[in-house]
């Protein structure tokens, strides 16, 4: 049988009728541990002589699914879920490099994963540089003799600018280095890194994976001799593993992913339209416009372009909360990747000043009145209307 489409894969991936049970619905295996039948058992399973569960910590039937179903849909080998999509991140960095190894990072990226770079890793001795993905040219520049990992955002939150993922991947290969890409504004509905010879994978899975906002879990996706030593050492002793009830949240909101993500794509495809015709709007930034500059490139690696927009709104600050403040439709929350229309303001945010200092954040260019949209599902055109009422008050 051919590779069956990700509709097909995001059903069915990972789960099978539960075997003791027969149910039909993965269970939720709430438990911290697993018992033994014996003595001998338990040795021969700590031995590594037997596979079996032991500890959630280290492994759950319900976090194995998910893992199994992320692994088909990403096209990688093996996956691990985390407890959120900061601790995959971290588990993902400290299995590819130690104290004392240099990393190559984006400037314009998400604002946590921003400060991990600028202010926490620094503190834990690790070396890092900081270029404008946007130019592989910077991050080929970047590399030094001690340089384990080259970190990619594409497209990145909140400017949806892309890094050439296939440049960056023979880029590493020359030097015998990690790859590591977030994949969370994209989905593997529209961007496979892995297939386009990424090693790993990560995400915030709170946002499109799981797709309802209720809870908090990331996951890593790759190169199985990576993800099992990250199973068997970053994660089982730093202990970022996500719980079965969340990692069940998760599976479920998978199962439409496609779905959702062909709607997401299609309305902010709209959005991205209405805005750019609007004087008051001085720029959208948006993979699948035409005017986006690195538009040809996304045509290229990605098959759908998301649903992440941002925009600039004339009269800066102001004017971006007085829009902020005039929506009735859009929620004012800093998360995205939810059913419902989600609307922020990374400066006073995601990227408010005590978490990227100011001159940094404007270095990588999310100005003052920035505006981030993640579009939702509702009906577009209702969408359009809150939009036009909330700009003609500006
Ligand atoms: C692109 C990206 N990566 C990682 C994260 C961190 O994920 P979490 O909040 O699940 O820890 C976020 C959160 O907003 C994000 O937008």
Not at 356 to 366: S, T
Request: hydrophobic share 40%; aromatic share 6%; net charge negative.
């Amino acid at each position: 049988m051919s590779k069956p489409s990700i509709f097909t894969e995001a059903i069915h991936a990972g789960e099978e009728p539960d075997p003791t049970t027969k149910a039909l619905s993965t269970p939720i295996y709430q438990t911290s541990t697993f018992v033994f039948s014996n003595a001998q058992e338990a040795a021969r399973i700590f031995a590594g002589e037997q596979e079996g569960y032991v500890y959630t910590r280290w492994g759950n039937p319900t976090l194995a699914a998910l893992e199994g179903k992320m692994a088909s849909l990403e096209g990688g080998q093996a996956a691990i879920a985390t407890s959120s999509g900061m601790a995959a991140i971290a588990t993902a960095l400290f299995s590819a490099a130690k104290t004392g190894d240099h990393i190559v990072a984006p400037r314009a990226l998400y604002g946590g994963t921003h400060h991990l770079f600028s202010e926490e890793l620094p503190h834990l001795g690790f070396k890092i540089s900081m270029v404008d993905a946007r130019d592989p040219e910077e991050i080929a520049e970047a590399i030094r003799d001690d340089t384990k990992v080259i970190y990619i955002e594409t497209p990145g939150n909140p400017l949806l600018e892309l890094t050439d993922i296939p440049a960056v991947v023979e880029i590493a290969r020359r030097r015998g280095l990690v790859t590591i890409a977030d994949n969370t504004f994209a989905t593997p509905f529209c961007q496979r890194p892995l297939e386009l010879g990424v090693d790993l994978v990560v995400h915030s899975a709170t946002k499109y994976l799981g797709g309802h906002g209720d809870t908090i879990a990331g996951i890593i996706v790759g190169l199985e001799e990576i993800i099992e030593r990250a199973r068997e050492t970053t994660l089982r002793y730093l202990g970022s593993v996500l719980g079965p009830f969340d990692a069940w949240l998760i599976l479920r909101g998978m199962h439409t992913l496609p779905l959702r993500m062909e709607r997401h794509c299609a309305n902010a495809l709209a959005l991205a339209r209405f805005l750019e015709s609007l004087p008051k709007v001085e720029r959208v930034y948006y993979p699948g416009l035409p005017s986006h500059p690195q538009h040809d490139l996304a045509r290229r690696q990605m098959t759908a372009f998301g649903g992440m927009i941002s925009f600039e709104v004339r009269g800066g600050v102001e004017a971006g909360t007085r829009l902020l403040d005039g929506v009735r439709l859009c929620t004012l929350t800093a998360s995205l990747g939810d059913v419902r229309t989600l609307i922020s303001h990374p400066a006073s945010m995601t990227h408010a000043a005590n978490i990227v200092p100011r001159e940094q954040r404007l270095a990588a260019g999310i100005r003052d009145g920035l505006i981030r949209l993640s579009v939702g599902l509702e009906d577009p055109n209702d969408l359009i209307e809150d939009l036009e009422r909330a700009l003609a008050n500006l």
